[in-house]
């Protein structure tokens, strides 16, 4: 089980916008650990998508977005494409246990 | 532009251990401000941070795998390997490889993110 949860799959039509949550507790997200996402397009290795909460590097469109309140976390894509179907992970770091740094569960993002 | 690659057997035997090798290209392993992480993902499933080494050899490893754990670097060959010994089949999975970038954050922590990653490699532990 994750330490960070996410939504298992979240879907849109072409052009709309999509949110994904990335639920932490006061050991990782609440605390102030910065989050980062990533996107996984099927058969391939994860894409550093956002870094330190709400940045993109380059290359990545600004359709996609983060941003970070309390112990939660949020990827928004907008002007969604076919193209961005694929499943998306939140990465933090967690101070219990002698600390650790911790996936979310994943969330499948489907284009109607 | 880095990149990474990851090799080593493909089928380990229950009770052994899995070793991969991570070769990194278009860049040192020896530059500051990087460690290298190994990752791995279950068939279908999420990610799992299995632990980090850097260029002089400082590790830190996921408290559910440390006892089972060894990452090292080789330097001179522009390397990082991984050791997980008493495999079962519970560690059938996608192991990646990848560039794990260190900065201070505003709220005052060390951050890690992976920024270059392998392709992966799947590794089966069968009879």
């Known amino acids: 089980q994750s330490v960070l949860t996410q939504p298992p799959s979240v879907s849109g039509a072409p052009e709309q916008r999509v949110t994904i949550s990335c639920t932490g507790s006061?050991?990782?997200?609440?605390?102030?650990?910065?989050v980062h996402w990533y996107q996984q397009l099927p058969g391939t290795a994860p894409k550093l998508l956002i870094y330190?909460?709400?940045n993109r590097p380059s290359g990545v469109p600004d359709r996609f977005s983060g941003s970070q309140s309390g112990t939660s976390a949020s990827l928004a894509i907008s002007g969604l494409q076919a193209d961005d179907e694929a499943d998306y992970y939140c990465q933090s770091y967690d101070s219990s246990l002698s600390g650790f740094y911790v996936f979310g569960s994943g969330t499948k993002v489907t284009v109607l | 532009q880095v990149q990474l690659q990851e090799s080593g057997p493909g089928l380990v035997k229950p009770s052994q251990t899995l070793s991969l090798t991570c070769t990194v290209s278009?860049?040192?392993?020896?530059?500051?401000?990087?460690?290298w992480s190994w990752i791995r993902q279950h068939p279908g499933k999420g990610l799992e941070w299995i632990g980090y080494?850097?260029?002089?050899?400082?590790?830190f490893y996921n408290p559910s795998l440390k006892s089972r754990v060894a990452i090292s670097v080789d330097t001179s060959q522009n390397q990082f390997s991984l050791t997980l010994s008493s495999v079962t089949a519970a560690d059938t999975a996608f192991y990646f490889c990848?560039?794990?970038?260190?900065?201070?954050?505003?709220?005052?922590?060390?951050?890690?993110?992976?920024?270059?990653w392998g392709q992966g490699a799947l590794v089966t532990v069968s009879s």
């Open positions: 990848a560039r794990d970038l260190v900065y201070y954050d505003s709220s005052g922590f060390y951050s890690h993110y992976f920024d270059y």
């Open positions: 278009g860049g040192s392993i020896s530059s500051g401000g990087h460690y």
């Open positions: 080494i850097s260029h002089s050899g400082n590790t």
């Open positions: 006061n050991s990782n997200i609440g605390a102030g650990y910065d």
């Open positions: 330190g909460n709400n």
